[in-house]
């Protein structure tokens, strides 16, 4: 089962980068950040619409069945 800290993304950027850094560069790594996001994202939600498996999730609520691959 996936934990959220599964999915954690991390961007650092020290102060001297960002003093030294194009504007160019930090635009360029905050959208490599958000589009591997959306992904992920994305991949999660149309896996769990196709997926023709039911299941239980945390806390032992019945997962219910999905919408679509009846």
Do not use: C, K
């Not at 959306?38 to 219910?64: A, C, I």
């Amino acid at each position: 089962m996936a934990t959220r800290s599964d999915y954690d993304l991390r961007l650092g950027m020290t102060w001297q980068f960002l003093r030294d850094a194009d504007a160019r560069q930090i635009n360029a790594n905050m959208n490599l950040a958000l589009e591997a996001d959306n992904r992920l994202v994305t991949g999660t939600v149309l896996n769990r619409l196709f997926d023709p498996h039911t299941g239980f999730q945390r806390g032992r609520h019945q997962r219910l069945r999905p919408l679509l691959g009846r």
